[in-house]
């Protein structure tokens, strides 16, 4: 179950978990340039492929961006709440702040992780903790 959720589409995905179908496609354009600023912000952070990712359509999936199915959840679980942030802010200002106090978490959470990558304590590289493919657009 969940290797079939690391193959999911990303768009598709992000669709659904913003209330959206999959065959509703009137915001498609939007919700891609979303994710694909929050890809950036990911690649700023340490996480994902050195020179970036982004997507144009559903085709792609989430093992093509990261494929550590732990970090892959939060990896998730950020990106809707940012897309969403970005999309369909919440009218609440309780909700809103509960979703930036949120993002932030994650935020911290998977830079961490990012520099815990890089270097371990021991000065070694621990490469196998987030694995990431390289960037490669799809025609």
Known sequence: MAAERMNDSILTSVKKMLGLSEEYDAFDLDIITHINSVFTILTQIGVGPDNGFMIEDKTPVWTD??????????????????????????????????????VNEYEWRLKTMAENQEVTEDGNSNSDRIRCVPFSPRN
Do not use: H, N, W
């Open 65 to 102: 961006f990261i494929q550590d199915s732990g970090i892959c959840q939060l990896v998730k679980s950020y990106m809707v709440l940012k897309v969403r942030l970005l999309f369909d802010p919440p009218m609440s200002s309780a909700v809103l702040e509960c979703y930036k106090t949120q």
